[in-house]
């Protein structure tokens, strides 16, 4: 789960797990924690196999894979690379849903906010 259930904003363990009922909970990640963009993921986030973050610095990250009745616990360095088309022409993504940086084109996605902070 994430902070009040949106890409940005800060909400504690206790009360994410309190709402989730959860028997146990831990903060899984490195977050901002200042600024429009505060608790955005600094790296991988994957949830409801949507992608809210991409990897940071090619930082090691790990996944929970579920199927069936079974649950798979995974490893690696990851790399992002994206591709936006309109019409004929392509354009590269450099990242998802964090801050801008000049010359970068970097997609927001419904599940990040109601609305992309300036």
Not at 43 to 62: I, M, T, W
Not at 72 to 82: A, D, K, S, V, Y
Not at 89 to 102: A, C, D, Y
Request: hydrophobic residues 35%; without cysteine; proline residues 5%.
């Amino acid at each position: 789960m994430h902070a009040l259930d949106e890409g940005v904003g800060l909400e504690t363990v206790s009360s994410l797990a309190a709402r989730y009922s959860a028997p146990a909970a831990t903060n899984g990640g490195y977050f901002r924690i200042a600024g429009t963009y505060r608790g955005e993921s600094i790296g991988l986030l994957v949830l409801d196999h949507q992608l809210l973050s991409e990897p940071h610095n090619q930082r090691a990250g790990f996944g929970l894979i579920h199927a069936g009745d079974k649950t798979e616990l995974i490893f690696g360095h990851l790399r992002f690379t994206g591709e936006i088309s309109v019409g004929s022409e392509k354009h590269s993504v450099q990242g998802s849903n964090r801050p801008i940086s000049p010359d970068e084109l970097i997609i927001f996605t419904p599940q990040f906010h109601r609305n992309t902070p300036n």
